[in-house]
């Protein structure tokens, strides 16, 4: 079956950066693209980014431009993203998900928390 | 950019009754990159449509979407307590997603 396992929760300081990572299992990898959405406390879904796992292209929200890398490792069928520069507004629930067009299949989201 | 607008934040429902949810796409979007998620506090989203009408795999019938121009609509036809939800749209365009605003469905 496919799944999606992100990493756990983290707790960074104003100014520092994350890296989260987002393992697929139940499908082949390269196959399918990675999204990763956002949701801040009390507010909707943010759209981040998304990567092409076979040949890593990627291409991000323009609001995350300059902040945000996401790379893939197909020895370990990974994704990661690294936001840096975090601020309290960072401060939200990521998710990955699969797909280009949608998303069929979602991680079940990591926490990041920014405070000093 | 492609704005999605779901212009009711809230419906305030009971069970069995029917529930249509709008989303209004900025400017002509095809139909084949629409989607709808639910999305419950400590979940991750579950899709339910895509391509505006297709139902996802096990995603019960009561759930439908259409599609008319720019306008989306989700209909749950007789809500079950398990459906009391935030509704999200969200279209795909140029290697990017673009959600709305989502649509609380609480019960009255």
């Given at each position: 079956?496919?799944?999606?396992?992100?990493?756990?929760?983290?707790?960074?300081?104003?100014g520092?950066?994350?890296?989260?990572?987002?393992?697929?299992?139940?499908?082949?990898?390269?196959?399918?693209y990675?999204?990763?959405?956002?949701?801040?406390?009390?507010?909707?879904?943010?759209?981040?980014?998304?990567?092409?796992?076979?040949?890593?292209?990627?291409?991000?929200?323009?609001?995350?431009?300059?902040?945000?890398?996401?790379?893939?490792?197909?020895?370990?069928?990974?994704?990661?993203?690294?936001?840096?520069s975090?601020?309290?507004?960072?401060?939200?629930?990521?998710?990955?998900?699969?797909?280009?067009?949608?998303g069929?299949?979602?991680?079940?989201?990591?926490?990041?928390?920014?405070?000093? | 950019?492609?704005?999605?607008t779901?212009?009711?934040?809230?419906?305030?429902?009971?069970?069995?009754?029917?529930?249509?949810?709008?989303?209004?796409?900025?400017?002509?979007?095809?139909?084949?990159?629409?989607?709808?998620?639910?999305?419950?506090p400590?979940?991750?989203?579950?899709?339910?449509?895509?391509?505006?009408?297709?139902?996802?795999?096990?995603?019960?019938?009561?759930?439908?979407?259409?599609?008319?121009?720019?306008?989306?609509?989700?209909?749950?036809?007789?809500?079950?307590?398990?459906?009391?939800?935030?509704?999200?749209?969200?279209?795909?365009?140029?290697?990017?997603?673009?959600?709305?605003?989502g649509?609380?469905?609480?019960?009255?």
């Amino acid at each position: 079956q496919v799944q999606l396992v992100q990493s756990g929760a983290e707790v960074k300081k104003p100014g520092a950066s994350v890296k989260l990572s987002c393992k697929s299992s139940g499908y082949t990898f390269t196959s399918a693209y990675i999204h990763w959405v956002r949701q801040a406390p009390g507010q909707g879904l943010e759209w981040v980014g998304i990567i092409n796992p076979s040949g890593g292209s990627t291409n991000y929200a323009q609001k995350f431009q300059g902040r945000v890398t996401m790379t893939s490792d197909t020895s370990t069928s990974t994704v990661y993203m690294e936001l840096s520069s975090l601020g309290s507004e960072d401060t939200a629930v990521y998710y990955c998900a699969r797909g280009l067009f949608f998303g069929d299949y979602w991680g079940q989201g990591t926490l990041v928390t920014v405070s000093s | 950019e492609i704005v999605l607008t779901q212009s009711l934040g809230t419906l305030s429902l009971s069970p069995g009754e029917r529930a249509t949810l709008s989303c209004r796409a900025s400017q002509s979007i095809t139909s084949t990159y629409l989607a709808w998620y639910q999305k419950k506090p400590g979940q991750a989203p579950r899709l339910l449509i895509h391509g505006a009408s297709r139902r996802a795999t096990g995603i019960p019938d009561r759930f439908s979407g259409s599609a008319s121009g720019t306008d989306f609509t989700l209909t749950i036809s007789r809500l079950e307590p398990e459906d009391f939800a935030v509704y999200y749209c969200q279209q795909y365009g140029s290697s990017a997603w673009t959600f709305g605003q989502g649509t609380k469905v609480e019960i009255k």
